[in-house]
């Protein structure tokens, strides 16, 4: 069984201030992992995704994540957010073997930027 | 961009009501998936579909709840006798058989709310 946990509900930064959003996750099996983003009243969007390879991964809008197996961990960062980075953050585990491919969840970063 | 849709975006309904929940995946899309969020609670995943038939299910998914693909273009959700905890936000996503397979796409969600 898999498990997420994001350690910040939320997160207040001041514009153009660099930000980390904590993830910690747990599974005794190997996982891939997400992060995905919801902007007020839209759908989930995935801003970025560990598969293999490279532990620093880029995604869209300027974010990074680094995955640390040791530490079970994938934290998601970004050197100078904005404004329009509001949102709420998820990051979500899938087992990567087997047919099913069924994402668990944290419970969600609130991110909130002020000017 | 090919999207995923849901309609409605709001349903509102007395308990006990059966309710349908619709979905237009992204049409190459061979694997659907129904999730949930409660308010305040973490994302849950409902149920996976693939060939025409289910392929994992939660323990939330109970016999109230069933799917279906009536059409090849949409998938549906019904709850048959909705109760008062049913009310959430439930989303749609679709994945591809390539390697992106373990990207999911999700549609906006509807928003149930039982009375």
């Known amino acids: 069984a898999q498990s997420v946990t994001q350690l910040d509900s939320q997160v207040p930064v001041f514009e153009e201030a660099p930000v980390e959003l904590r993830c910690n996750y747990s599974s005794s099996v190997s996982v891939y992992l997400f992060w995905y983003v919801q902007y007020p009243n839209q759908g989930l969007q995935l801003l970025l995704k560990y598969l293999s390879g490279s532990t620093l991964v880029k995604g869209i809008n300027g974010f990074e994540a680094e995955f640390n197996k040791s530490q079970t961990s994938f934290h998601l960062r970004k050197p100078s957010v904005h404004i329009s980075d509001t949102a709420e953050y998820f990051c979500?585990?899938?087992?990567?073997?087997?047919?099913?491919?069924?994402?668990?969840w944290g419970l969600g970063t609130s991110l909130a930027v002020n000017p | 961009e090919p999207e995923v849709t849901q309609t409605p975006s709001h349903q509102v309904t007395q308990m006990g009501q059966e309710v349908i929940l619709r979905c237009v995946p992204i049409s190459n899309h061979l694997y659907f998936y129904w999730y949930r969020q409660i308010l305040g609670q973490k994302v849950e995943f409902l149920v996976s579909f693939y060939n025409n038939e289910i392929s994992e299910k939660s323990e939330i998914f109970d016999d109230q709840f069933s799917v279906e693909r009536p059409d090849g273009s949409n998938f549906t959700l019904k709850i048959r006798s909705t109760k008062l905890e049913d009310s959430a936000m439930y989303f749609c996503?679709?994945?591809?058989?390539?390697?992106?397979?373990?990207?999911?796409?999700f549609g906006p969600g509807t928003r149930l709310t039982v009375t």
């Open positions: 979500a585990v899938s087992p990567n073997a087997g047919n099913n491919r069924k994402l668990i």
């Open positions: 996503a679709s994945s591809d058989k390539s390697a992106g397979r373990h990207e999911q796409y």
